[in-house]
């Protein structure tokens, strides 16, 4: 199967299964019947709100590229247009009007990365020269964010955006699927490790959890919790050190991720794996899962999710999935977004 932007896919990679200008990628296998099949998890009718504040971690300790949001009130004929009376304007008004504006960066805390946030350097048109690629061959220079001066550090030509692949994709499948959860945190307890495949299938064995083609996978480490704790003052060296993390690097368990066919991988930590991942002989990722998800698969990764009341209430009930709602902000163009994740049991 070839695309007119790619002669050649990465191995093992799912470019063009779901057609040649496809942005969901293993979203699509979140058909009708699997939607249905998530309704049918629901029992109780309680939800759990699964995201952090979204002016946590606090400061900017787990990624100096991103800071806290920033809110401020919107102006109004000069003036804050926050407690405003609009007698002020019209005497017999009695109105009074409170209006806000954020600025925002978009993967600070509880997160969706869209399939347009990694890519990798690689021989789509096979002419021996590597090209910057993301998922379904999505040229680098064209599709994502348009041609960018490096050295200047300045989008060229383009309004900046992802022209392909943004997160609005996904707001528009208005992601909504059954999730299975794993419990790393309460089999490995609260020390950092790498979680690899071995690891991963004991825990999901000892909890009896089976995760099926297009369901959504949720890993609760405890990392969030810790995060929340720490009231917006983190603490670097204890977050560097504690919590389970995936090995990006366990080729076993990239191989468990293509074969399960899970829609999207999601956990509470930053990240999802290991940074930085354990060393590699010769060129490789910085970001190995990233790659393996986002630009191979086109499987989406949501970060720093709150998942320890959740995971509490389904270990208190024998159960292990549910039924996930979480569509991030229908803003074109951007390569990531909040989410404010709800399951329901």
Known sequence: MCSARWKRRPEGSTWGDFGADDQLGRLNLITADKVRQAVGEVREGVSFC???PLDYPGGSVLNPRRRPPQLSPTQRDGRPNMVYPLRLEDPELTDVVCDDQVLITL???TQWDSLAHVGALFD???DGVEEMVFYNGWRGNVD???PVDHALGAACNHAYGAHALGIENMAAKAIQGRGVLVDLHRH???ARQFV???SLMRVMDADRVEVEPGDMLVLHTGFAELVLGMQRDPDRQRLENSCAV???RDERLLQWITDSG???LCADNYAVEGLPARPAAGRAPALPLHQHCLFKLGVPLGELWHLTELARWLHAHGRGRFLLTAPPLRLPGAVGSPVTPVATV
């Open 50 to 52: 699964l995201s952090l």
């Open 188 to 190: 490995l307890g609260p």
């Open 124 to 126: 789509a048109d096979g």
């Open 107 to 109: 993967q600070y805390s």
């Open 262 to 264: 899970i829609a999207a």
């Open 196 to 198: 690899g495949y071995e």
């Open 246 to 248: 995936l090995d990006g």
């Open 144 to 146: 994502i964010c348009g």
